[in-house]
């Protein structure tokens, strides 16, 4: 899997992922192009809780035999939001070897191609980018408080003083797999239409809490189009750049090379 893989649909993967100065590996990475489309999935444990590390496998393990195994006439956008469930719950029915519920939980970034249609799925605070030429984005969204607050902000519903008082919380998770009765998944219902050369890259928050987007655009333009090195070189650019303090980094990246020709 680590190695750059090609199929008809002239796309590449690359994958890494690095411990960094944690002391448990608490990310979970999956990638793989198959005959109709290509399918990636990061999922990060929470190290504010117990057992991040068998969320995280346990989510990765649910969504892969899923996807391998789900219904054709199932939409991709309705497989991501059933499967968001899914995993939601495989994760907080987790128990010890006692029998006794763990906490434990996990973020959740995903991603599903088929021909030039990109779906993903989003659940907590791990990162999907699409980067087009210099341009860069992220398509989902961060559910953490702070969420929470900018809408509460805009709406008017608290001050301008409230917000900041509370901004110091803003990156509290407020949905994620194991929470139960998930509250929140970013999941595109239209496809978003891939062009030649354009780069998907799923992240945990080891990445992008440590490199600028101008950064990571550098890394991947100086590398492009081995997905393989661009993974290999954010992973190792994040190390390098927080020696003493470095969480878990994973990175997937996906270079769309356009459909295949007959």
Do not use: W
């Amino acid at each position: 899997m680590y190695d750059e893989i090609k199929n008809s649909y002239q796309v590449s993967l690359g994958v890494s992922s690095l411990i960094g100065t944690r002391q448990e590996q608490q990310d979970s990475v999956y990638g793989e192009i198959l005959e109709d489309s290509v399918v990636a999935i990061i999922c990060d444990g929470m190290g504010g809780l117990q057992h991040g590390a068998l969320a995280s496998q346990v989510a990765i393990q649910t969504f892969a035999e899923d996807y391998e195994n789900k219904d054709p006439a199932i939409s991709i956008p309705m497989f991501l939001q059933q499967e968001a469930i899914e995993m939601d719950m495989v994760v907080h029915e987790l128990v010890d070897e006692n029998n006794h519920p763990i906490r434990a939980g996990s973020t959740a970034a995903a991603v599903v191609i088929q021909g030039n249609n990109l779906y993903f799925l989003g659940v907590g605070d791990s990162h999907i980018y699409i980067i087009r030429g210099d341009e860069m984005m992220v398509v989902n969204r961060d559910h953490n408080y702070r969420l929470r607050l900018d809408e509460a902000l805009e709406s008017g519903r608290i001050t301008e003083e409230l917000y900041q008082k509370e901004i110091i919380q803003g990156e509290a998770l407020i949905s994620y797999l194991g929470k139960g009765n998930l509250p929140l998944m970013d999941v595109n219902v239209k496809p978003f239409l891939l062009q030649q050369n354009d780069v998907v890259m799923l992240c945990s928050d080891g990445l992008y809490k440590t490199l600028s987007d101008s950064e990571i655009k550098d890394i991947c333009k100086q590398h492009f189009p081995d997905s393989q090195k661009m993974a290999e070189m954010l992973t190792e650019t994040a190390i390098i750049k927080s020696l003493e303090n470095q969480d878990n980094t994973s990175v997937v990246v996906i270079h769309y090379n356009g459909i295949a020709k007959a």
